[in-house]
């Protein structure tokens, strides 16, 4: 079964809570606090595995609960940070928020995508002992992580997308090209799925092909099988448009090529300008008038003709030789790039409970408010706009008035979450 949507809950672990605890030993007088902090929540991260080709397996497993921090202890002992969890996945695989839609990440590359983060661990009272404050009898707890549901969405990465109406031979075109082994029969629909093939030329030189299910009238608007498949065609920096020259079926070529450019614009304007060459296939089967014909209607749209007959490979070799050649000259495979949060996003995951607490220890302002930590996490700081939200959230949210009624001054350090600051009015 070919899968290539599906949505699932991932939930990051919890940090571990800070430790209350004091030293005890004999001999030792006054041995004061010793509470360690909380460790780290795991981290949900997604890497591509190249032997998963659906994304059948979240069909059955629909939550993924990462493991939480561990607490702290005595004698400052940090709670142990929680493992990471590992979601392999299709390479090409878009990740998206199920709720706004916003593209997370793109799992293309061998890079690994931190999607959901874990949470820091609570600080053990150890951290809050002050000269004026000795015996601390109280810790913090740790921070939850980040949970989200995402909707996963494959799009094959293919160099070359095959295109056509069905039973015109682009099951037959990849068999001879490349090692893939589709079924071939001659009726409608035969390929329910679509089928890659590494198509070699020579030593080093070889490309990925994509044999995408026949398109009908109407697949842009979901008539047919097409209309499933169309994404898989967005990320092909080339396509070939395979047209049953002959007309054996008694569809008119012309009309067939016509119709399938109409599909791939209203599905996608960029995918329509995508670089196309006109394989005429069947020539075996068709009239010298019919060729030229159809090839005098290609050239006078300024496209690359071929004639060729996948079932008795006949002008196979030089497609093939031409489209590595015209690749050469296309960039590379697309990459979608994540999307920011926006700040839509970002006061409805803060929530309206903004409670805050604000101390004063060895010249540093420390700000303690659970909320922000979300902000923290998305806050890109070479970004004007965002560094601007960040200013309005604080000033919004009485964090500056109590800076203020507390006494800073300019240049004194500001610190949220390990994030330092100098103050400046």
Request: aromatic letters at 8%.
């Amino acid at each position: 079964m070919f899968a290539d949507k599906a949505k699932i809950t991932i939930k990051a672990g919890n940090g571990g809570n800070g430790a209350v605890s004091f030293h005890r030993e004999k001999y030792v007088a006054a041995g004061g606090p010793d509470g360690g902090d909380g460790g780290k929540g795991a981290d949900i991260i997604f890497v591509p595995d190249d032997n998963m080709s659906t994304l059948i397996d979240f069909r059955y497993k629909k939550k993924y609960i990462a493991p939480n921090g561990g607490d702290g202890s005595s004698k400052n002992c940090t709670g142990r940070s929680a493992e990471p969890l590992i979601i392999r996945v299709p390479r090409g695989t878009l990740i998206r928020d199920a709720n706004s839609g916003r593209l997370m990440a793109d799992i293309s590359t061998d890079e690994p995508k931190i999607i959901a983060k874990g949470g820091k661990g609570g600080k053990g009272n150890a951290r809050f002992a002050t000269p004026t404050r000795q015996i601390p009898r109280f810790a913090k707890p740790g921070f939850p992580g980040e949970s989200f549901e995402v909707q996963l969405e494959l799009k094959l990465l293919a160099d070359v997308g095959l295109v056509g109406f069905p039973n015109v031979g682009k099951s037959t075109l990849i068999s001879v090209v490349s090692a893939a082994k589709p079924k071939i029969a001659n009726y409608h629909f035969t390929t329910l799925t679509p089928v890659l093939g590494v198509v070699k030329i020579a030593e080093g030189k070889s490309f990925v092909m994509a044999d995408i299910p026949g398109l009908i009238e109407g697949a842009s608007e979901g008539v047919g099988l097409g209309h499933e498949f169309l994404r898989h065609v967005e990320r092909c920096r080339l396509i070939v448009h395979v047209v049953d020259v002959s007309g054996i079926e008694g569809r008119n070529p012309e009309e067939d090529f016509e119709t399938i450019n109409r599909e791939l614009h209203n599905f996608s304007e960029e995918l329509a300008e995508r670089p196309q060459i006109v394989a005429a296939n069947k020539c075996d089967m068709a009239t010298p008038e019919q060729i030229e014909a159809f090839k005098a209607f290609i050239s006078e749209k300024g496209l690359p003709f071929f004639e060729i007959s996948a079932a008795t490979t006949q002008g196979t070799k030089e497609l093939i030789n031409t489209v590595y050649e015209r690749l050469a000259e296309l960039p590379p495979i697309k990459e979608y790039e994540p999307e920011p949060i926006s700040q839509q996003e970002l006061d409805e995951a803060i929530g309206a409970d903004r409670k805050f607490e604000v101390e004063f220890e060895d010249g540093v302002y420390y700000v303690e408010a659970p909320w922000l930590e979300y902000i923290m996490r998305n806050l890109n700081m070479d970004d004007y706009e965002s560094l601007q939200y960040f200013q309005l959230t604080l000033r919004s949210s009485g964090i500056i008035d109590k800076l203020e009624e507390m006494g800073i001054q300019d240049d004194d350090t500001v610190d949220i979450f390990g994030f330092r600051f100098d103050y400046l009015r």
